[in-house]
Structures are given as structure tokens and as C-alpha cells.
């Protein structure tokens, strides 16, 4: 399994709490503080080897993300199958609510959507598995973490997915500048899959004609669309209000 790495102090704890198979941490020479203690410590608890390395040394690991003088080296994110996250609900005797990214690119639009599911409760976020970002450091960091906690599934074909997910009583609502229904004229309280489509160009046709429900964020102002990670937001939010009178 190839490695990636994990930058920055919140991610890494988070990763840490969420028992993810770290193998090592680095944390750079001279570098302290409350937050720096909470992962060695949670490092020597969960028997995780932490090293110091000079700044250069972090800095390359890190890429082009800000380290915080901190850096975990990891497996690749261990994906789950998209109907565990069907059967993970049932377990904790909630009704399934979960979210399916179609062809989302943009890694931190990938991660800002699975943190607001993670806050939202969402018991999984789906994923393609081509022309779409991974789950890298970039949405580690851009999650603050929540992509150590949340079930990920990934997918090669969406569609055939969202038929799959019917079959165990889900109703599938996509998001779509084009529909006639608004967000808030809708009911969410049911098993839910939302589907939020790629950046520009939204949902793909045939992953539309598979939704059961399209629902659109109206739009007062002169720009024409919302940031998917956005969009996802403000629906993902409509339903956990219709989710929590229920």
C-alpha cells in the first residue's frame, strides 16, 4: 500500500483519536507547545515512534502545505465498501444519511465536504474513483481531520451505486441548478443519500436520472453557482434540520 503523509497539528491528532494506522510521526527540531505534547503523548499511548527532524526536512515531506511543524507518515486511507456505511446506520439504529461526491476534483472542496458531513452527522460520504480527488493530505488537512473519522467508500461507478443504495430503501435527492424544487421545499427525514455534482459542471446526466428528487439552491445575486463544498453544505445542513424534528 503506498504512503502519504498527514500535515499539521489538528489533523494529526485527529488521526491519532481515530486509532489511524500511523507509522511514524515527525515533529521538527525546537518545535512545542500544548498541542505538540497532546500528540506525543497520544503517540506514546496508541505506541506510535515519534522523531525531531530539522525544518528542511519537514518542509519536504509537507509540500505545499503549512506543517505546523508537524508531519505523520500513514498507509494510504483505507476506503470501505458503500454498503457497510449502509449497514454502520443500522448498527447504531439511525436511519442512514449519507453523502455521494460525484467527480468532485478540487482536493479541498473534497475535504470541506467531508468535514461539514462529519459535523452534520453523516454516517459516510462516497467518492468516484476516477477523475475525482482521493483522499490525500491536502483533504486531511483541509477536513481539520474529519476525513480520519469519517467511513469513506470509493467507487468506479457511480450510478450503479445510487441503484444499490435505493435497493436498501434510500431515496436519493441531487442537487441541481436546473430543478424546479427548491432545497427547503423538500422532506429529508428518511433514509437519505444527497448527491453533490462536480465543480462547474454538477451532477453527470446519468448519475441525475438516478436521483429520485433534484433540489436547487436559489441564487439572488449576479454569480450563477455556488462552491460545490458550499452547496453541499447548505443542503447537508436543510437536512439535518428536517432530521432532528423528526
Not at 15 to 37: E, M, R
Request: charged letters at 25%.
Amino acid at each position: 500500500m503506498s504512503k502519504t503523509v498527514i500535515v499539521g497539528r489538528q489533523p494529526i491528532l485527529e488521526a491519532l483519536k481515530a486509532h489511524q494506522s500511523i507509522q511514524k510521526i515527525y515533529v521538527q527540531h525546537g518545535t512545542g507547545g500544548p498541542a505538540i505534547q497532546q500528540i506525543k503523548d497520544l503517540a506514546r499511548e496508541h505506541r506510535v515512534p515519534v522523531a525531531e527532524a530539522e525544518r528542511e526536512r519537514i518542509t519536504e515531506m509537507a509540500g505545499e502545505l503549512p506543517s505546523q511543524g508537524v508531519v505523520a507518515v500513514l498507509s494510504e486511507k483505507e476506503y470501505v465498501e458503500a454498503f457497510e456505511l449502509i449497514a454502520l446506520a443500522k448498527s447504531r439504529g439511525e436511519i442512514p444519511f449519507l453523502m455521494v461526491l460525484d467527480e468532485i476534483e478540487d482536493p479541498h472542496n473534497l475535504g470541506a465536504l467531508i468535514r461539514t458531513a462529519e459535523c452534520a452527522g453523516v454516517h459516510g460520504v462516497i467518492i468516484a474513483k476516477h477523475h475525482a480527488a482521493a483522499v490525500t493530505a491536502t483533504v486531511a488537512k483541509t477536513s481539520a481531520g474529519a476525513s480520519a473519522h469519517m467511513p469513506i467508500a470509493r467507487v468506479s461507478n457511480v450510478a450503479h451505486t445510487l441503484d444499490e443504495l435505493k435497493k436498501s430503501g434510500c431515496w436519493i435527492v441531487g442537487t441541481d441548478a436546473e430543478a424546479e424544487r427548491s432545497y427547503y421545499d423538500h422532506d429529508y427525514s428518511g433514509p437519505l443519500v444527497i448527491v453533490v455534482g462536480s465543480e462547474g459542471r454538477g451532477m453527470r446526466r446519468l448519475v441525475r436520472e438516478k436521483c429520485d428528487f433534484l433540489v436547487k439552491i436559489p441564487l439572488f445575486g449576479k454569480i450563477s453557482s455556488l462552491n460545490a463544498s458550499v452547496a453541499g453544505a447548505v443542503i447537508l445542513y436543510e437536512a439535518v434540520r428536517h432530521r432532528v424534528a423528526r
